[in-house]
């Protein structure tokens, strides 16, 4: 089965400056894609950033950054520059033929 | 811009009674999905429609929960009768046919049974 696992259920992380956000996850598939998802307290959930496997260049998004390393099943986030805005739950999640989640990292944001 | 919609957005209701949901995808989008969300876990797939065809349910508690999409637009999860281990976020996502990999979500219904 496949599973995905957030090893951090929380991190803290002053304004400003650089947080990374790990996640491991395990398939036997080749071909599938991954996803980082931020849900803010009492809002609906976003996409921030999603990579394609077969893609070995790590995806960026404006301050948002993956680093895929597919032999090792590793899909961390690193997030530059933190606003206060950044303040959420985030979820690393994998899809085969269905989305599956990991279970979540807060992240809090200090001024 | 397009968002799903999801109603009511908090329920509250006691234990063995009947719950149901509502969600409107958007327009255009063939491919519903339902997901639950315990608190302090990340969401799994409840089920899943292609119209109206039910895709995948196998993660659906099918004694007590039921989902449609009748006419293969908004879809209605139902709950009867509603037990404690049911609190939790309902979400609800869509996405064009044939793109799992870019699902928009609801805001979700939060569900507190007593």
């Known amino acids: 089965a496949q599973t995905v696992t957030q090893s951090q259920p929380e991190m803290s992380v002053q304004e400003a400056e650089t947080v990374t956000l790990s996640c491991t996850y395990d398939t036997s598939e080749s071909d599938y894609y991954l996803f980082w998802y931020k849900q803010p307290p009492s809002r609906q959930m976003i996409l921030v950033i999603r990579?394609?496997?077969?893609?070995?260049q790590n995806a960026t998004e404006n301050r948002f950054s993956v680093n895929f390393q597919k032999a090792a099943k590793s899909f961390s986030l690193k997030i530059s520059d933190s606003q206060l805005g950044d303040a959420a739950m985030y979820f690393c999640?994998?899809?085969?033929?269905?989305?599956?989640f990991g279970a979540g990292t807060i992240l809090r944001v200090k001024s | 811009e397009a968002e799903v919609a999801q109603s009511p957005r908090y329920k509250i209701t006691e234990k063995s009674q009947a719950v149901a949901f509502w969600c409107d995808p958007i327009s255009g989008h063939a491919t519903l999905y339902w997901y639950r969300q315990i608190l302090g876990q990340g969401p799994e797939l409840l089920v899943q429609f292609q119209d109206e065809s039910v895709v995948d349910d196998s993660q659906l508690p099918k004694d007590r929960f039921s989902a449609e999409r009748l006419k293969g637009v908004d879809s209605t999860l139902k709950i009867q009768p509603a037990e404690l281990g049911d609190s939790a976020m309902y979400l609800c996502a869509s996405s064009l046919s044939g793109t799992p990999y870019e699902q928009y979500f609801g805001p979700g219904t939060r569900l507190t049974v007593t």
């Open positions: 990579q394609e496997a077969y893609k070995q």
């Open positions: 999640a994998w899809i085969g033929n269905k989305l599956v």
